[in-house]
């Protein structure tokens, strides 16, 4: 049985243990509520009633700090959300459970300060490849297991919803509402609202498909970095055309916003044109569901131009029957200095 405690799903008795004693004729149950270690504990060994106890624990404490910061309340509450998803994605980088209580208060107040310079949260989604570098095979499985189990619940979002959710929480670099709202073609309030949405059935998808066996997303995210490592390759190499007649669709087309600039023609041709400029893209990392893939590159500029292009691109693309179907770009904030993005990939 789940329970939705401050917008995350928790066990109905998260993590308490109930100890009997028998004096004479009298029975008396005592409840003993575990401690922030234990609950840290529980939860990075992929118990998340322990994980949703330890939020419920500290919630006042963080949403004062929000408050704090950002005075607004709306705002901090988003604040808050924030932060609860990136404890969830980080909670097993604690390593003093103790201090518990401080490190949420911490990812807080980065959260709001990042609302306040307009710019992402300064604590990335933990990155999948780290996976492959934990030595304990258990350690493997619960972290594996609990990173499948998140991204069959943002499967279950619709693909608007789930765009949104990827965009914002678990995209190598993450854009501001303003950005979402451009690279979207929607307003910053459709933004907003659509976050809000998404937060909420997450949850309920989370809590629907915690019993579910889930996709191996870690495979998905290696398999979808060689696809990038690839493409790469074979631009360099001048099979670039030929690559996307196999792998994308054969209406493939690049968006700005909700405008359709050009079609594969427009892509293969941008893309020739950034060679024949010296400018290199060098693949970061890719995270990807159902039907929305992520790319993050850095951008290497020929010496002579080194303001060519931004230093860093991330691929946005829509996915249909498992082939590029739809693509959008976005780039570091803080890197054009205000100039319009190019239109190349």
């Not at 992520?294 to 020929?302: A, K, L, S, T, Y």
Request: glycine share 6%.
């Amino acid at each position: 049985m789940f329970l939705l405690v401050n917008g995350l799903a928790v066990g109905s008795v998260a993590g308490v243990s109930r100890a009997v004693r028998t004096l004479g004729r009298v029975r008396t149950v005592v409840y003993e509520f575990p401690s922030d270690k234990d609950l840290v504990r529980s939860a990075q060994d992929g118990d998340t009633a322990s994980f949703g106890a330890l939020l419920e624990r500290h919630w006042a404490g963080m949403r004062a700090v929000a408050l704090s910061v950002l005075g607004n309340r709306p705002d901090a509450e988003d604040a808050v959300q924030d932060a609860s998803l990136i404890a969830f994605r980080r909670i097993g980088d604690v390593r003093e459970p103790e201090s518990v209580s401080a490190w949420l208060r911490m990812i807080v107040r980065n959260s709001c300060r990042s609302r306040l310079r307009s710019t992402p949260p300064t604590t990335p989604v933990a990155d999948l490849s780290l996976l492959v570098a934990e030595t304990d095979p258990e350690q493997i499985i619960d972290r594996h297991a609990m990173r499948d189990w998140i991204w069959q619940a943002i499967d279950e979002l619709s693909p608007t919803l789930r765009m949104t959710v990827m965009l914002r929480h678990f995209s190598p670099r993450t854009p501001s509402y303003d950005q979402m709202a451009a690279l979207c073609g929607i307003p910053v309030g459709t933004v907003r609202s659509r976050l809000g949405e998404a937060r909420k059935k997450l949850v309920e998808a989370m809590a629907a498909t915690a019993d579910s066996v889930h996709a191996d997303v870690l495979a998905a995210s290696r398999a979808s970095a060689r696809d990038a490592v690839e493409t790469l390759a074979a631009a360099e190499q001048g099979r670039f055309a030929q690559l996307t007649a196999e792998r994308w669709t054969p209406d493939a087309a690049y968006y700005e916003g909700r405008q359709r600039v050009g079609g594969r023609d427009f892509l293969i041709r941008g893309m020739a044109g950034d060679l024949e400029a010296g400018v290199r893209q060098r693949f970061v990392s890719a995270v990807t569901s159902r039907d929305t893939t992520i790319w993050e590159m850095d951008m290497v500029n020929p010496p002579d131009a080194p303001d060519h292009c931004p230093s860093a691109v991330a691929w946005l693309m829509t996915m249909k029957d498992g082939r590029m179907h739809q693509l959008r770009l976005f780039h570091a904030p803080g890197v054009q200095d205000g100039r319009t993005p190019p239109t190349r990939v």
